[in-house]
C-alpha cells in the first residue's frame, strides 16, 4: 500500500511564506492525480490543490486567491505546496491524498492519505 508522509508544517506570522512537502513510498504507486486538502476545527475538509504526475495541469480551490503554488517531482515522488501571503485562516490541518481520478475535489475520491501537518498562522 502506498504511504504518504507531510512535512514542512509549522508556526508562521500572517504575510509570511511556508513549503509543504509530500513524499510517496512502499506498495506499487499507479495513482494519477495528487491533492493537498485541509481542514480546520469545525470546518469541512476542503480541497486546497490538485495535480497530475503526466501533464500536471493543477487546480485550486478559489480561496487560494493565487497565492499557493502545487508542484510535483515524478523522480522523487514528491509532491510540494508552495503557500505565500499566508492568512489567519490558513490554519489547518493540511493532508496530501493520492487518487486514480484527476481534477476532483472530492476526499471520497482519494485512496491514500497521509497524517497531516499542523500549519498555524498568527498575527
Known amino acids: 500500500q502506498v504511504q504518504l508522509v507531510e512535512s514542512g508544517g509549522g508556526s508562521v506570522q500572517a504575510g509570511d511564506s511556508l513549503t509543504l512537502s509530500c513524499a510517496a513510498s512502499?506498495?506499487?504507486?499507479?495513482?494519477?492525480?495528487m491533492a493537498w486538502f485541509r481542514q480546520a476545527p469545525g470546518k469541512n475538509r476542503e480541497c486546497v490543490a490538485t495535480?497530475?504526475?503526466?501533464?500536471?495541469?493543477?487546480w485550486y480551490g478559489d480561496f487560494v486567491e493565487g497565492r499557493f503554488t502545487i508542484s510535483r517531482d515524478n523522480v522523487k515522488k514528491t509532491v510540494y505546496l508552495q503557500m505565500n501571503s499566508l492568512k489567519l485562516d490558513d490554519t489547518a490541518v493540511y493532508y496530501c491524498?493520492?487518487?486514480?481520478?484527476?481534477?476532483?475535489?472530492?476526499?471520497?475520491?482519494?485512496?491514500?492519505w497521509g497524517q497531516g501537518t499542523q500549519v498555524t498562522v498568527s498575527s
Open positions: 491524498a493520492a487518487a486514480g481520478s484527476s481534477y476532483s475535489e472530492n476526499p471520497d475520491d482519494y485512496d491514500y
Open positions: 512502499g506498495g506499487t504507486f499507479t495513482s494519477l492525480a
Open positions: 495535480i497530475n504526475w503526466i501533464g500536471g495541469s493543477p
